[in-house]
């Protein structure tokens, strides 16, 4: 990342520098020393601005190269985020994708019975295009099938019970019959065993001639 900052970096010292010595060389021997002095004193004074300007310069300059390596240490930890969110959202992804729903157990009719059988506004083209809705309509259908048929197989068991209980009030009104007939039939025989008796002719005795 480039290091920005708004520090202006002074001139290099070097020029002063060669300046004063000058003044203790050979060549300002003949000077007067006063004017040497004014002129050194300058010079130093000048070194002392510049050297001043270079530490605010290295200040600032510090400054910057801190806040630029806060801005970094950021960006870098939003990244590690970033990342940690994207681990985090493949695995839930891969989680979704390998989940065994409860409708792939269910066994449904199959597509061309449902094309069949289902009404007409639950298997429209736009519905078999779709295969997210085109499943949840023939889950939908399987369930009102399943309804529709444990509702008849109900009606059913129902009617059986039903002719059970004629079946037996039948049976039990042919087994009252069954006893009246044989209640019949024995006192007819006994009538008529009675009349048969009746019906014998009387012996009278036979007198001699």
């Known amino acids: 990342m480039a290091v920005h900052t708004d520090a202006v970096l002074p001139p290099a010292p070097d020029h002063v520098v060669d300046a004063l010595h000058d003044l203790v060389s050979s060549a300002y021997l003949n000077h007067d020393p006063a004017t040497v002095h004014v002129r050194a004193g300058a010079l130093f004074a000048r070194l002392k601005a510049l050297n001043r300007a270079a530490n605010a310069a290295t200040r600032a300059h510090k400054q910057s190269t801190a806040d630029a390596r806060h ?4 960006t870098y930890l939003d ?11 493949e695995r839930e ?24 059988l289902a009404p007409e506004e639950a ?3 736009g519905v078999l295009a779709n295969e997210h809705q085109l499943m949840l309509n023939r889950l939908s259908f399987e369930l009102w099938e399943r309804q529709r048929l ?26 009252n019959v069954k006893v009246q007939i044989d209640s019949l039939i024995k006192t007819a025989a006994e009538v008529q065993k009675k009349v048969g008796e009746l019906a014998l002719p009387s012996t009278s005795p036979s007198g001699s001639s």
Do not use: G, W
Not at 71 to 74: A, G, H, I, Y
Not at 79 to 89: I, T, V
């Open 93 to 116: 992804i891969q989680k979704c994708r390998q989940f065994a729903s409860v409708y792939q157990d269910i066994p449904l009719y199959s597509l061309e019975m449902f094309e069949e």
């Open 79 to 89: 990244l590690q985020n970033l990342l940690y969110e994207k681990r985090h959202l």
């Open 150 to 175: 444990d509702q008849k197989h109900k009606e059913l068991l129902k009617q059986k019970e039903d002719l059970l209980k004629e079946s037996k009030a039948q049976l039990a009104t042919l087994d």
């Open 123 to 125: 298997r429209t083209e």
């Open 71 to 74: 801005d970094m240490d950021q």
